[in-house]
């Protein structure tokens, strides 16, 4: 690997963890949600620092070329974050109907609330009696 792509790689890294630290310090991603993108900027920063051992690793694991290594990481990090974001999605979504029924019972609750507080026109219609015959 050439110095140069080292040196891009490590920019491109340290932009990336300037970028998401941002977003967490002004609350626009949260903490948890952030950990895989660090995550990935560590390991990149690691594989810039020392791509001989990545190398290594491509050739360990029977990888014909290390780019071919390098992209099935990038294609298991990227089902990683669909995975993530399925998870996130499925929870969001049971809240909302949770949500969403507790309101409808609340409504419902308060409803049932006014109309036992406001009489009744037949209820109306008894207590003029009631007051006429004293």
Known sequence: MSVILQVVIIVFCVLLLAFV????SREQMLLK??????????????GAFFPHGLFDIAWALG???PSNFIFFL????LLAV????????S??????????????????EGRAQDDADCPKPAQLADSD???AAL
Request: proline letters at 0%.
């Open 129 to 131: 009696e009631d007051q």
């Open 21 to 24: 630290v941002r977003l967490v």
């Open 33 to 46: 949600y952030s950990l895989l993108w660090l995550l990935l900027a560590a390991v990149m920063l690691v």
């Open 63 to 65: 990888f014909v070329s």
């Open 82 to 89: 669909a995975l993530s974001l399925s998870v996130i999605v």
């Open 91 to 108: 929870k969001q979504t049971i809240k909302i109907k949770n949500l969403t029924q507790r309101l409808a019972l609340l409504e419902y």
């Open 74 to 77: 990038g294609l298991f990090f």
